[in-house]
C-alpha cells in the first residue's frame, strides 16, 4: 500500500461520494443529476463553482448558504466523508485488485440508496436497474467460485425477503427485496445470508436507539435499505473472515469441519 496512491484514493471517494450524494436525492424525484446545477436548498440561489469543491467548500463557508445565512446540512460532507473512508478501507483490504473494483461499485450503490431510502423511503428501480447489469458484466468477467454462485445469491436475496413479505405483510418493502437480489449478483449465497443476518443485527440496533432517543416514533417507517447496504460492504471486505471466526468461536472442535464446509 503506497501512501499517495491511498491518499488519491480518499480524495477520489470525497469527490464521487458528493456526486453519489447528489444522485440520491435527485434520482428519486427525476431530476436530472448532471446538467442542472445545485442550488441553495432553502433560497434556491444556483451554487457558484467555489461552492462546489466537496468538504472544502462547507468548511470555508462554515455550512452557512453565502446567500441566505441559513446553515446548509452537515449530511453533505458526512456522504462525502464517509464515501472516502469507505474507498480507503476498501483499498487496504483488497489493494488495486479487480475485488476493488467490486467494492467501488458496491459502495456507490450504497451511498445512493442511504441518500434515498433516509430522505424519500425509496429505492429508485433505476438505480438496481443500473446496478445489477453492472453486477452480471462484473461477475462475468471475475466470476465467483462457482460461477453460478451469483445466481444463488440474487434468488437468495429475492427469495427470502418475498417470504417476509409476504408472512409479515409488509415488514419489509419490494424496494428492500429487489436490492438484496441485486446484491446478491456481487456476494454470492453465503454473504446474502451473511449480510441478511447482519442488516437484521444492524436494523434493529438502529432502531431501538432511534425509538429511545425519541427521535422517531413507534409507529413510524423505518428505512431498512441503509442496515442492507451497511451489512453489504461489512460482508464483502470482512464477510470470510466474519464467517470464520464465527465458527471457531462457536463451534470449537466440531469447527474445523463447519468452515472447510464454508
Ligand atoms: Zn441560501
Redesign the pocket.
Known amino acids: 500500500m503506497e501512501l499517495l496512491q491511498a491518499l488519491n484514493i480518499f480524495v477520489t471517494g470525497i469527490i464521487l461520494g458528493s456526486f453519489l450524494n447528489v444522485v440520491g436525492l435527485r434520482l428519486p424525484k427525476n431530476i436530472p443529476f448532471t446538467t442542472s446545477r445545485s442550488?441553495?436548498?432553502?433560497?434556491?440561489?444556483p451554487l457558484q463553482e467555489r461552492d462546489l469543491i466537496p468538504l472544502f467548500s462547507y468548511l470555508i463557508s462554515k455550512g452557512k448558504?453565502?446567500?441566505?445565512?441559513?446553515s446548509?446540512s452537515i449530511t453533505y460532507p458526512l456522504i462525502e466523508l464517509i464515501t472516502g473512508f469507505l474507498f480507503l478501507l476498501a483499498y487496504i483490504n483488497l489493494g488495486l485488485s479487480l475485488e476493488f473494483a467490486g467494492a467501488i461499485l458496491l459502495i456507490s450503490l450504497a451511498v445512493v440508496v442511504t441518500v434515498s431510502d433516509i430522505n424519500y423511503m425509496l429505492i429508485p428501480n433505476k438505480l438496481l436497474l443500473f446496478f445489477a447489469p453492472s453486477f452480471i458484466i462484473f461477475r462475468t468477467l471475475h466470476p465467483l467460485q462457482p460461477w453460478y454462485d451469483s445466481i444463488y445469491g440474487a434468488l437468495a436475496g429475492f427469495g427470502i425477503i418475498f417470504v417476509i413479505i409476504v408472512l409479515s405483510k409488509g415488514g419489509m418493502g419490494a424496494g428492500d427485496m429487489k436490492l438484496l437480489g441485486t446484491l446478491g449478483i456481487l456476494l454470492g449465497l453465503k454473504l446474502t445470508l451473511l449480510t441478511l443476518f447482519l442488516a437484521t443485527l444492524i436494523g434493529t440496533v438502529v432502531s431501538l436507539t432511534l425509538l429511545s432517543f425519541k427521535v422517531i416514533g413507534r409507529k413510524d417507517p423505518f428505512p431498512f435499505g441503509p442496515s442492507i447496504v451497511m451489512a453489504a460492504v461489512i460482508s464483502y471486505l470482512f464477510g470470510f473472515d466474519l464467517l470464520q471466526f464465527y465458527f471457531e468461536t462457536f463451534f470449537l472442535g466440531g469447527g474445523e469441519t463447519i468452515v472447510s464446509f464454508f
Do not use: F, N, Y
Not at 442550488?39 to 440561489?45: L, R, V
Not at 448558504?65 to 441559513?70: A, E, F, S
Open positions: 442550488a441553495c436548498p432553502h433560497c434556491t440561489t448558504c453565502r446567500h441566505c445565512q441559513l446548509i
